[in-house]
């Protein structure tokens, strides 16, 4: 995989997902941040657990995915904010370029401008959002004049799914949480997330806002 050759116990690794429309110049990413609960020193044991954490990862969101979307590439490196460039000796990136997984014949994506809102729970503090797009068909919502709902079945689905990220999470020694600090983790405040809760009700966010706009690696 790269340049990571020794992970601490309790090191913050910082995780962001690409994802593409195929023949189209549409991409964006997601940002997670996963502690290390056990040490990997040397290049080959390090290496086996991010290629560990990316299985992960990938399986996680290609579960969740759309068919007609692609995800590119998973980046990690050590904790760096959010919408930071990388430093370029401490990041491995890893070519993915998997479709997803959830189809609905006979109906379509929902347009990506629309964005199933999922909570993450934390034991203190204000919980954090992931905003996810390309996981909801036609079929799955009611749309109103006041908004658009995901239905119940598949809303349960989206659930299911993210319990299953955080149960593999746990059975592999890693742990989701919430971080910050400007160059460097501020330790008094790093929360670890208990659950994460998709919301029904969708949230509206341009192509072009600036929470999907990672610097691409």
């Known amino acids: 995989m790269g340049t990571l050759e020794n992970i601490e116990v309790g090191e913050v ?8 429309v195929p023949g189209s110049p549409i991409a964006w990413a997601n940002t997670y941040e996963v502690v290390s609960n056990v040490a990997a020193s040397g290049i080959l044991p390090a290496s086996a657990r991010l290629r560990t954490l990316t299985d992960i990862i990938k399986n996680f969101e290609t579960a ?5 979307y692609v995800l590119d590439k998973i980046v990690v490196s050590t904790y760096v904010p959010d919408g930071t460039p990388y430093n370029p ?5 890893r070519s ?8 609905t014949p006979g109906w379509g994506p929902l ?10 729970k934390v034991p203190f503090g204000r919980m954090g959002n992931i905003l996810f797009r390309g996981i909801v068909s036609a079929r799955d919502a009611n749309i ?11 809303l349960s689905q989206i659930q299911n799914i993210l319990q299953s990220f955080i149960d593999q999470l ?5 742990t989701l949480v919430l971080a910050r600090g400007r160059n460097v983790v501020e330790t008094s405040t790093l929360r670890f997330v208990t659950a994460l809760d998709a919301k029904a009700d969708m949230t509206f966010k341009k192509l072009n806002n600036r929470y999907f706009d990672k610097l691409r690696q």
């Open 64 to 68: 969740l995915l759309f068919g007609a």
């Open 89 to 93: 000796f401490s990041f491995v990136s």
């Open 170 to 174: 746990t059975t592999e020694d890693f």
């Open 144 to 154: 109103t004049s006041s908004g658009t709902v995901i239905t119940s079945g598949r």
């Open 13 to 20: 690794l910082t995780v962001r997902t690409y994802k593409i």
């Open 111 to 120: 347009p990506l401008q629309l964005c199933t809102l999922v909570k993450r």
């Open 96 to 103: 993915i370029n998997q479709p997803g997984q959830y189809n």
